[in-house]
C-alpha cells in the first residue's frame, strides 16, 4: 500500500493529468448503482477521493451528509472548491471524529482506509477509479475491507471497482506518455510484471523554477492486479453480500477480459 508520502509530487499536477477522465460519467454510473441496490444515501464516505473531484460535481445528493478522504493529504490539499461546512453542522455529521483528532477541513480527513478515523454509520462507501488496487496486500484488502462494513449502517453499500490484467497488458506494459503542463513537463513510464501481477507507473517531472531553472523529479506508483475471483471470495470473508459485479460502466457481469470491474456489496442487516 502507498505511504502519507506517496502522490508528493504529482498532487498539484494530478487534475492536469487525469483531464481525459469522465468524472461526470463516473458520477451517473454511481448513481445508477446506488438507485439499482439501495436508496438514495444520507451520509457517504469516500475513501481514496484524492483531489476531490465529485466534490465539484453534482454527482451525490445534496442534502447528503459527504466526507472526502485520502492517504495523501497532498492530494487533499489540492481540493480547493471543496465546499466546507461550518464547525457546529460539521461536528453532527455521521462518525467525524474530534476535531482533535485530526487537522483537516470537515469534509476532507486524511485517514488510512486500514484504521478508519470514523464510528459511523454511512449509508454509502465508495472507493472509486482502481484505489483498491493500491492495496498491495491480500490481508490489506481484506482488512481495508473489515473497516468498510465496521462504519457502514446495515444494508449500506460498498461500491468499489478494479483495473484488471486484461487493461494492464492492453494500455499499460512498456508504455510511455508524456505532457505539458503549467511550469512542468512530465512522462510516464508503464510496465505490468505478469509474473507478480504487479503494474508499475513511474513518472518524471521537469518542474520549471526560478531564473528559467527546471529541476527534475521521481515518483513511482504500484498496484496489485487481482483476479475478479479473488475480490469475491475476499469481500465474503470480511462479511459482506456480493449483490454486484459488474463490467465497466454497464450492469453486464464482469470477467477477467473485462478492462474495469464494479463491485456492489451489502453490509447484512
Request: aromatic content about 12%; overall charge positive; proline content about 6%.
Amino acid at each position: 500500500m502507498r505511504d502519507e508520502t506517496s502522490y508528493r509530487i504529482i498532487a498539484p499536477y494530478y487534475d492536469w493529468i487525469m483531464a481525459h477522465v469522465d468524472y461526470d460519467g463516473w458520477g451517473r454510473y454511481l448513481g445508477r448503482l446506488w438507485r439499482k441496490y439501495g436508496k438514495e444515501p444520507r451520509a457517504i464516505l469516500e475513501l481514496g477521493a484524492g483531489t476531490c473531484a465529485f466534490a465539484r460535481r453534482e454527482v451525490y445528493p445534496a442534502k447528503a451528509q459527504v466526507v472526502y478522504s485520502d492517504l495523501s493529504p497532498y492530494m487533499l490539499a489540492q481540493a480547493h472548491d471543496v465546499r466546507v461546512k461550518p464547525p457546529r453542522a460539521a461536528a453532527s455529521a455521521p462518525g467525524m471524529p474530534h476535531s482533535k483528532e485530526v487537522s483537516a477541513p470537515p469534509t476532507r480527513v486524511a485517514a488510512n482506509a486500514l484504521n478508519l478515523p470514523f464510528r459511523g454509520p454511512f449509508s454509502l462507501c465508495v472507493m472509486l477509479y482502481d484505489a483498491v488496487n493500491y492495496l498491495m496486500a491480500e490481508d490489506d484488502f481484506l482488512r481495508c475491507l473489515r473497516e468498510c462494513l465496521r462504519v457502514l449502517e446495515p444494508g449500506g453499500l460498498f461500491i468499489f471497482d478494479i483495473t484488471t490484467e486484461s487493461n494492464s497488458k492492453r494500455h499499460f506494459h512498456q508504455a510511455v506518455d508524456y505532457g505539458e503542463l503549467e511550469g512542468c513537463t512530465y512522462f510516464r513510464e508503464s510496465v505490468y510484471d505478469v509474473q507478480a501481477r504487479i503494474q508499475s507507473n513511474h513518472f518524471i517531472f521537469f518542474v520549471e523554477g526560478r531564473k528559467d531553472n527546471w529541476r527534475k523529479v521521481k515518483e513511482s506508483h504500484q498496484q496489485r492486479i487481482y483476479k475478479v475471483a479473488k475480490v469475491r471470495a475476499l469481500a465474503e470473508k470480511a462479511g459482506f453480500q456480493v449483490e454486484g459485479v459488474l463490467d465497466g460502466f454497464t450492469f453486464k457481469p464482469g470477467r477477467e477480459t473485462s478492462e474495469r470491474v464494479h463491485f456492489v456489496l451489502r453490509k447484512p442487516g
